[in-house]
């Protein structure tokens, strides 16, 4: 059965930077495409930035500039946060799609003063 683990979430200042991982029990090249998706207290869980099987890379308008992913050759995707806003405070979750739809269990971004 195929998994999702993410990890590297926290608690940062506005401004600070941080570096999520997941990590899938199979080849990240496996799937067609993987992306990272975060829901905030209250709202719908939205897109962040996705990469696909291809490489072409998309990003939510409200973190172009900021945010960057990536993947490595075996079996993780990762996403460097920078200049952290309050905004960004979510539950941030791993995707991965072939055939179905896989979902991580989420990690928390709190970004506070």
């Known amino acids: 059965q195929v998994q999702l683990v993410e990890s590297g979430g926290g608690l940062v200042q506005p401004g600070d930077s941080l570096r999520l991982s997941c990590a899938a029990t199979?080849?990240?090249?496996?799937?067609?495409?993987m992306a990272w998706y975060r829901q905030a207290p209250g709202k719908q869980r939205e897109l962040v930035a996705s990469?696909?099987?291809?490489?072409?890379i998309n990003y939510a308008e409200s973190v172009k500039g900021r945010f960057s992913i990536s993947r490595d050759l075996k079996n993780s995707v990762y996403l460097q946060m920078n200049r952290l806003k309050p905004e960004d405070t979510a539950v941030y979750y791993c995707?991965?799609?072939?055939?179905?739809?896989?979902w991580g269990q989420g990690t928390q971004v709190t970004v506070s003063s």
């Open positions: 995707y991965g799609h072939r055939s179905v739809g896989y």
């Open positions: 199979e080849a990240i090249f496996s799937f067609t495409v």
């Open positions: 990469i696909a099987g291809g490489g072409v």
